[in-house]
């Protein structure tokens, strides 16, 4: 029978006997804590069964209080019932895996304490000792940022200086101990490596065991109002925002839920592969909305407008200079700059002014306009009233007279005359007018171009004002920020007063026609502090070099982490090459990789590859701007639903010079190259694409 005694380390044994005895020990502090858990929760439902019964059987008898205060009792029953799972929910995943770390942690002048880091915190409270430190505490921070030597952590009460004696990393599975590493270097690379190297998870994982410092950093910045992440492909831009919503989570519990927090998500399947992640670290899931849902609901559903799927599509697509250039100008900051200049000027002639009287009472001009100018953020009716309102109310003050119901409707009548009156739709088409270009506005039967859509919410928002759902969001995440356009951040600005984290890479816009850089992005937000990842951990060192090859970074730091060269596979014509593709699926659904995607230029390309492969039997889920899960298997789809998403295995068909030919391109290239993590093929009929440079 094993002893409750606390285990302490002898000199005589070595530490893997002695941590896989620690280990023993806590999986055994887990099982009592969770016994007691079971009982308490059986007292809760006898108690909530109990007071149920009462309440019918009695109820004859019990006047309205009593009843009220007995349902509320009932209630507050299930609530604590309710928090008291989610901690059994913790404990039995804290016995699959109970911690990932452990250092050893002297304060200036004190002793060394073992500090075990783990996704959850574990207080004993038979021993009354923390047993597990959760990750996000103050005092886990040193795991990720130090070595052996001299440390800081900054504790609520200030900065705690010491020294960390030793580090020890972990894998945990199932309860068992698959590894242990003594080590001495931060986060120290074999893990990492181990991480790295496994197959693709169903969804996106928690990095939490291996954070690297720059990353912690970033995480753990609770200051930064807007702070927006360069990062180059696979530096973990999605999952550090991740970690970050759940570090804050914790850090501002108080003040902070998840319902307080926004993800804008670029598509469906995206949301769908980041689903799991905040669950995983045992937060709620937060709200996920896509920029299109979000203009639906800021335009009240009045417009129709073409998606940004749409959009990329056709720049793809059609031969369609004028289209081309009219979205480029509309993604430009200088097309800001005029719409707000143009707002400014609608709004000085919005409103006529003029001196009135109203019941003999003189109302100079300057103090309607004044008072109609204060209210901007109203829309017109409701600006109306409230200047109405207000001048009678000064009326009252300065003439000591209130209005009869007949002279105040004259009073709203005469304000209301001295309103311009014409649609958002009439002013926005007004703007290209002013600007002496009206062509570059086109709808095609009555639908707005994407292009048009968030300049007409921005005018909207500066001459109407606007109420959304989303207002008391206290902390909005924008991914893929390259694909966003000066107008969108100026409307994002003026609708989130929270704050922000922004990430994505400029060299992975799909539609650089569109694309905004984090300099950009800093310039329309104001006090948006900028941080910049080079290092990229999902694909295998070889992989990294090849997408280098297509687009260069100097800056960017590939991990030594190495796996087969990618191939370029030269096929004869059309046929050859989909029986090529054919093969490498049937080689991948015999390999243990969980993951293929098959990622082509356009939407088109994606659907004819799809054909291809059902033709010869072979089954692939084809992805398109409805598909709302990330499924297990083969995934074809484009280059631009491709983006965040990653793979095992990519293989990119048509890469010839006709199909990749452009700057465009380029950026697509990149993009669907690096989605894989261990394997890559291209194949192509006739030249290889040039964009892939020579080799370094
Ligand atoms: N510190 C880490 N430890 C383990 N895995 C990591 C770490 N950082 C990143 N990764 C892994 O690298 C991969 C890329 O991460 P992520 O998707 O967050 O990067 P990204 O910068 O958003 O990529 P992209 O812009 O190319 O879509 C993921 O598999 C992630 O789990």
């Not at 922000?500 to 800093?522: F, K, R, Y």
Request: charged share 30%.
């Amino acid at each position: 029978m094993a002893s409750d005694e606390p285990v302490t380390e002898t000199a005589a044994e070595d530490a893997e006997t002695y941590e896989r005895r620690h280990l023993e020990q806590v999986k055994r502090q887990l099982q009592r804590a969770l016994q007691t858990i079971e009982q308490r929760l059986n007292d809760y439902a006898r108690e909530v069964q109990q007071q149920k019964e009462y309440l019918w059987e009695g109820r004859a008898d019990m006047d309205h209080a009593e009843k009220v205060s007995t349902r509320e009792s009932i209630e507050r029953a299930a609530a604590t019932g309710e928090a008291v799972q989610e901690r059994q929910r913790r404990l039995a995943k804290l016995r699959r895996a109970p911690y990932f770390g452990r250092f050893d942690f002297a304060p200036a002048g004190g002793e060394g304490q073992p500090v075990y880091i783990g996704i959850h915190h574990f207080h004993d409270d038979d021993s009354g000792e923390d047993v597990i430190h959760d990750w996000r505490a103050p005092i886990a921070s040193l795991f990720y940022d130090y070595e052996t030597g001299p440390a800081t952590y900054h504790a609520p009460e200030g900065a705690v200086e010491g020294e960390v004696l030793r580090k020890r990393q972990f894998r945990i599975r199932d309860g068992e101990m698959a590894f242990m590493i003594e080590s001495s270097v931060n986060v120290v690379d074999e893990v990492l490596q181990e991480e790295l190297a496994r197959s693709s998870d169903e969804g996106m994982r928690n990095i939490v065991a291996t954070i690297q410092r720059d990353q912690n950093a970033i995480i753990r910045d609770a200051d930064a109002p807007v702070l927006v992440i360069q990062g180059v492909a696979g530096s973990g831009k999605t999952s550090i925002a991740l970690h970050r919503i759940a570090f804050l989570l914790y850090h501002y519990k108080e003040s902070l839920s998840s319902d307080d927090i926004l993800i804008l998500s670029p598509n469906r399947v995206f949301s769908d592969y980041i689903a799991d992640v905040l669950p995983e670290l045992g937060e709620e899931a937060v709200h996920q909305v896509g920029m299109e849902q979000l203009a639906h609901e800021l335009l009240e559903g009045e417009y129709r407008f073409q998606s940004f799927f749409e959009q990329t599509t056709a720049l793809l697509e059609r031969d369609d200079p004028a289209m081309r250039e009219r979205v480029a100008r509309k993604s430009s900051t200088e097309f800001l700059d005029r719409l707000g200049e143009y707002a400014g000027y609608v709004e000085s002639r919005r409103f006529a002014a003029e001196d009135i009287w109203v019941a003999r009472r003189y109302v100079p001009g300057w103090l309607l306009e004044e008072t109609f100018r204060k209210h901007r953020r109203l829309g017109t009716t409701e600006r109306v009233r409230q200047v109405t309102h207000e001048i009678e109310r000064k009326i009252g003050l300065e003439y000591n007279v209130d209005l009869e119901p007949g002279e105040r409707r004259e009073l709203r009548e005469k304000i209301k005359g001295m309103v311009q009156q014409s649609t958002l739709r009439e002013t926005y088409k007004g703007f290209f007018e002013w600007l002496g270009e009206p062509d570059l506005f086109r709808p095609v039967k009555g639908r707005l171009e994407y292009a048009d859509v968030f300049p007409l919410i921005y005018l909207k928002l500066r001459l109407e004002g606007m109420n959304s759902r989303w207002r008391d969001i206290k902390h909005l995440i924008v991914d893929e920020m390259q694909d966003y356009t000066p107008v969108q951040y100026a409307v994002l600005g003026r609708l989130f007063a929270c704050n922000m984290t922004i990430l994505g890479d400029a060299s992975q816009a799909v539609n650089p026609v569109t694309a905004s850089d984090s300099a950009e992005i800093q310039r329309a937000l104001r006090g948006a502090v900028r941080v910049k990842l080079t290092k990229s951990y999902r694909s295998s060192y070889e992989i990294t070099r090849f997408a280098q090859r297509i687009l260069p970074d100097p800056e960017l730091e590939a991990l030594e982490r190495h796996g087969e060269e990618p191939e370029i596979i030269a096929c004869r014509n059309r046929k050859a090459e989909n029986a090529t593709l054919c093969r490498t699926v049937e080689e991948f659904l015999a390999s243990d990789h969980n993951h293929l995607g098959v990622i082509t230029r356009t939407q088109r390309q994606a659907r004819q590859v799809h054909k291809a492969l059902a033709d010869a039997g072979l089954e692939a889920q084809l992805v398109d701007e409805e598909t709302g899960t990330f499924g297990h298997g083969v995934l074809i789809c484009s280059a631009h639903l491709a983006k965040g998403l990653e793979f095992d295995r990519v293989v990119v068909p048509m890469a010839s010079a006709d199909n990749y030919a452009s700057e465009t391109d380029r950026h697509l290239l990149y993009v669907a190259c690096t989605r894989a993590m261990h394997r890559l093929t291209l194949t192509h009929t006739g030249a290889v694409t040039p964009l892939i440079g020579p080799a370094a």
